[in-house]
């Protein structure tokens, strides 16, 4: 098995002897034990289980997706999935886990994944007034505490129309964040500002 707690630090990549089946050899238990009792040991106690990119044990395959010219960055469903998939984490994790925290494998430099997820994936998606510091450019700014970036554990909120379900994840370090140059987000709570709208490709 390559489950493993979703609550456990970015850093705490599983290795053989920390995965569910040597647990449960250890104790001569069944993985399904193992895992059963994790997760009803605490409602929020959540098991993951990567279906790809994880196939050898390590992030090696997906250091080279992402390194690879043909990859963009910046997968997003816009919620259409949001009671079993949860991508809004991702561009803190490439931040955190990636340029800051791994250690089973090279670091990407912080200045690579900061071009992946903006410049780069405007470009593509032909947004060429956005995606970079400059004059006379939209002023979409993410203003952060590098050393305190923290994601914290998915949770599962119940607060859409008839009680639906959706993913949760909160984050520690973003000190701002700006849309068109209106603060949006001042330490982590919102300012009440709505200066966005609807964007298509290559009509910004």
């Known amino acids: 098995m390559r489950d493993r707690p979703a609550g456990a630090a970015a850093k705490a990549i599983p290795t053989d002897k920390k995965k569910d089946r040597a647990r449960a050899e250890r104790e001569s238990r069944t993985p399904d034990e193992v895992a059963y009792d994790y997760m009803v ?3 929020a106690n959540l098991i993951f289980f990567p279906v790809t990119g994880y196939n050898i044990d390590n992030h090696d395959v997906i250091h080279s997706m992402l390194t690879d010219e043909a990859t963009v960055l910046g997968l997003g469903d816009g919620g259409a999935h949001c009671s079993s998939i949860l991508d809004a984490g991702v561009p803190t994790w ?9 250690h089973r494998g090279p670091r990407l430099p912080l200045e690579f994944v900061v071009k992946r997820q903006t410049s780069e994936t405007a470009a593509f998606f032909g947004f060429d007034d956005r995606g970079v510091l400059a ?20 949770e599962v909120w119940y607060d859409l129309p008839a009680g639906g379900r959706r993913l949760m994840q909160r984050v520690e370090g973003y000190k701002a964040t700006l849309v068109s140059g209106v603060p949006v987000f001042e330490g982590g709570e919102h300012t009440g500002a709505l200066p966005g709208r609807l964007v298509r490709a290559g009509r910004g």
């Open 41 to 43: 040991a605490d409602p």
């Open 94 to 102: 490439m931040l955190t886990h990636w340029a800051r925290d791994r």
């Open 135 to 154: 004059p006379g450019k939209k002023a979409d700014v993410n203003l952060i505490d590098y050393e305190a970036l923290r994601l914290h554990r998915p």
